[in-house]
């Protein structure tokens, strides 16, 4: 049975610094991993999709990693701001097609 | 192309009332997943439906609660005789095709259900 999870829980930092937050699964046999960001009291708004095939995957100050053999992904922000405060949850399909097993998210706070 | 739309975005139901949540997928998808954030827990797949068909309810409880996805229509989750615990975000996710390698999932706003 796949299990995800995210460390760490919740993280604080200032303005400007480069973070890293980190994703498991315990089944290696994975098709690809999503990234998610998600606002208090709203929607999922996906920020990346790594396939398995790959080894990064990168938007803007965003930067996406994934070792399929250890079951890890990382998910890299650089120059963090005030406005990436945020939960950013991890997923992964299961069952043969894009139903989530979603970790339980690492909840982040930027401040100036 | 809009976005996945659900509504509404906000119910409120008094227990033992029906609640019943939309779910409109992006244009072009026809494959859509159901899933719940009960407050402070991370978010759990109940189920999964191409139209008119339901793929995979297993984790939708197994009472009270049901989902359709019509040939015309939004997918529907319908909440039967509400209790307090059936307080929290649902979600709704679309996709265009079960291609598990490339296939990203698209979510909605949420319906957040609140039973008093």
């Known amino acids: 049975k796949q299990e995800v999870t995210q460390i760490p829980a919740a993280l604080s930092v200032p303005e400007g610094e480069n973070l890293v937050l980190n994703c498991s699964f315990t089944?290696?046999?994975?098709?690809?991993l999503q990234w998610f960001r998600q606002d208090p009291g709203k929607g999922l708004t996906s920020l990346l999709l790594i396939q398995s095939s790959q080894r990064e995957q990168t938007s803007g100050r965003l930067n996406a990693s994934l070792d399929k053999s250890s079951g890890r992904s990382t998910l890299y922000i650089a120059a963090s701001q005030p406005g990436d405060s945020a939960t950013y949850l991890c997923a992964v399909p299961s069952g043969g097609y894009n139903k989530l097993i979603f970790g339980a998210g690492t909840r982040l706070a930027v401040h100036p | 192309n809009a976005g996945v739309m659900q509504n509404p975005r906000h119910l409120v139901r008094r227990r033992g009332q029906e609640a019943r949540l939309r779910c409109s997928p992006m244009?072009?998808?026809?494959?859509v997943y159901w899933y719940r954030q009960l407050p402070e827990e991370g978010l759990k797949f109940m189920v999964y439906?191409?139209?008119?068909?339901?793929?995979?309810e297993s984790g939708m409880p197994k009472e009270r609660f049901s989902a359709e996805f019509p040939k015309e229509g939004p997918s529907i989750l319908r909440i039967q005789q509400v209790v307090r615990g059936d307080s929290a975000a649902y979600f709704c996710?679309?996709?265009?095709?079960?291609?598990?390698?490339?296939?990203?999932?698209?979510f909605g706003q949420g319906t957040r259900l609140t039973v008093v």
């Open positions: 089944d290696s046999a994975i098709y690809n």
């Open positions: 996710a679309s996709s265009p095709s079960t291609d598990r390698v490339n296939t990203e999932a698209f």
């Open positions: 244009k072009g998808h026809s494959h």
């Open positions: 439906l191409q139209k008119e068909n339901i793929i995979d």
